[in-house]
């Protein structure tokens, strides 16, 4: 293989943006990934304001025939719906597909190498590499082999996908709350939604789950489906060190926040910044101090969340409160989106 400056393990969102952004600083980045353009995952699709900003700025185009823009957040549980628009613009939904195909035009414009369908493993051809990035996902193996895997996140969540074919009904992402599980529901077209159920059981599938939210059900009954359903694993995970040597990771392998948050993406769009201008100043202890900065807002929104999800007794008077007071949850969001520090 050609010695390049940067090799990035992984082309999904993270290692796509990282390459770009490092390109950026004029280096040479080759990129791999044991899968084919477009890369489908399971997810909930929706890309937060200050995440837009970041592919906008990373030359990421994306025109109004791949996504569907909407304005805000809405909550629904508990007998009441709580809702409140976007402080900083407006956010976008768009099937995984599309965006990946996206930066992928743009990771070639900026002249990065990617060689698709190809697999890394320990006992591959040696690399010739000053820097190694490791963007493999949640169960990453580069972590391990960099030794830098912590213990197995303690409250795991799974998470399952469908698209339905059906007009969106509210210019809002939806978050449904129930008993030990959420739907949302991110409008991504102009007749397609994509619904996301988030549980701790691994069994329960959005089906099952539906019948727990009749609004919902009555809104999405009959309407076709267009994908066949996915699934992931989330968990809010914490690494004590994201790089050693030469290696760095990002992304969910640099650790997580559980999806509720709809951060994932828009986290690692923020690291590829704070990775490509580490690199360019050769030390990487500056990604280290970045990445726990990026992560700390994200960290405390889900875990606020999860600790809702996990007690009735908080989340009722917590959903009346906001109801009643709609500052409250306006205040929340406009937390939850601030613009990341990198410094
Ligand atoms: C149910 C669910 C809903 C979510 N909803 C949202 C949301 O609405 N908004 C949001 O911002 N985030 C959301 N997220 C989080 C988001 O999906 C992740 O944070 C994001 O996918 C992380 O991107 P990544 O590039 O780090 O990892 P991935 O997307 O997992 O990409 C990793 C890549 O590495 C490749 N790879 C793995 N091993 C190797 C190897 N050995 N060699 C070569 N290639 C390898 C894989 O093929 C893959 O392409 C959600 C997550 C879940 C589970």
Not at 209 to 221: E, H, I, N, S, T
Not at 276 to 284: F, K, M, Q, R
Request: proline share 6%.
């Amino acid at each position: 293989m050609q010695p390049t400056d940067i090799f990035i393990i992984g082309g999904g969102p993270a290692g796509l943006a990282a390459a770009i952004a490092a390109r950026r600083k004029g280096f040479d980045v080759t990129l791999a990934d044991g899968a084919r353009p477009p890369i489908d995952k399971a997810c909930g699709e929706g890309l937060m304001p200050d995440g837009l900003a970041v592919l906008r700025s990373l030359g990421v185009a994306l025109d109004a025939a791949d996504a569907q823009p909407f304005g805000g957040i809405r909550f629904v549980g508990c007998g009441v719906s709580v809702e409140s628009a976007f402080p900083n613009g407006y956010a976008l939904g768009v099937r995984r597909t599309v965006l990946h195909s996206r930066m992928v035009e743009a990771a070639a414009a900026a002249g990065v190498r990617m060689l698709w369908g190809t697999p890394v493993s320990m006992a591959d051809q040696t690399i010739r590499a000053r820097w190694i990035v490791g963007a493999d996902g949640f169960h990453s193996r580069v972590r391990r082999w960099a030794g830098l895997a912590a213990k197995p996140p303690v409250d795991q969540r799974f998470g399952f996908r469908i698209h339905y074919r059906v007009a969106p009904w509210s210019d809002y992402m939806e978050l449904h709350w129930g008993a030990g599980c959420q739907i949302y529901v991110t409008p991504i077209g102009a007749q397609e939604v994509c619904a996301a159920l988030i549980s701790r059981d691994r069994r329960l599938r959005l089906d099952e789950a539906l019948a727990q939210f009749p609004q919902l059900a009555a809104r999405l009954a009959g309407a076709p489906r267009a994908t066949t359903e996915r699934g992931a694993v989330t968990a809010n995970r914490s690494l004590p060190r994201v790089y050693r040597g030469n290696v760095a990771l990002i992304g969910d392998a640099s650790g997580s926040v559980d999806a509720i948050t709809g951060e994932g993406l828009c986290l690692s769009f923020h690291q590829a910044i704070a990775l490509a201008d580490s690199l360019a100043s050769g030390d990487l202890a500056r990604y280290q101090a970045a990445h726990r900065r990026l992560a700390r807002r994200p960290t405390l929104m889900s875990r606020l969340m999860l600790t809702m999800d996990r007690r009735t007794w908080l989340r009722t008077p917590a959903f009346r409160a906001m109801a009643f007071e709609p500052r409250i949850f306006q205040g929340l969001l406009s937390f939850h989106l601030c613009a990341p520090n990198y410094s």
